[in-house]
């Protein structure tokens, strides 16, 4: 039992070292830093202009979703790209019989490769995450959603109290985690798929801006529900759970229109089965390959 661990451990360690040396990786941390960034102090002297019926509450939640919600829509697109070049280019370099000479399996490699994926998936997140709370807490402050016309230190009309608004803060990170989670599968499905990493990378990105117009063309029916990337959050037309925070910061009543009740379970189960089978679709492809013999 030590041995296929101890292997698995090796070709994990090997898998990082390799992504970490890459610039891509490195590119994408930056641009969803800056996206996550760029956004909620955009939001925020925009903001400042703002007068009478079109004030929005004063509050660093509202930001920080801002944050969210591009960081994550351009972390989803690095996350494909990273992971759609994860088995397609050991193909097209020629280095899967290099690989394969040690005394490692198919499977284990695939393994290495989509823990690494996944990880960098999470990476992504907590980048987005830690940015889009520095800058949202930056121009604005913690508190709870309050009236801006009420808003007044002996009488203010409170919309959601604070620990109410953390607490949709938290549900919304939980709730991307499998959304992103399926999204680099979906990548390496992609890699697995194709020999040449431009055919891997082409078909990942395809395949992504496919699946987010079908999140829109089928928005409202019951088969939107069983498309995973509608739980990631994007910058427009968002469906996920930080839509519903940022709705709820800016003070609306109806912010949760677009999620039903059972949409938690969805945003569940529907990513993490579509993570399942997308990895063992990954594990077949690549134990079926020529290139490999």
Known sequence: MI???V???RCVRAEWTKGVRQRL??????VVAAAAALAPWAAASIDQGASGPARLPDNAFRFAAV??????AFGGLFVVLVASLAIAAEAGHGTWKMILVRPVARGEVVAAKAFVALGYALVVLAVVVVVALAVGGAVADYRAVIDPEFDTPDDPYVFTEVEAMWEHLWRALWLAIPALLATAAFGLAASATFDAPGGAVGAGMIGFFALGAARVLFDGQDAARWIFIRFLPTAIDDRSYVQVMKATAEGFSDAGRHWPDDNAWWAIVVPAASLALLLGYCWLRVRRRAVLS
């Open 25 to 30: 990786p490195w590119v994408g941390l930056v």
């Open 7 to 9: 292997r698995f451990a």
């Open 67 to 72: 944050g969210l919600q591009y960081g994550l």
């Open 3 to 5: 041995g296929p661990i």
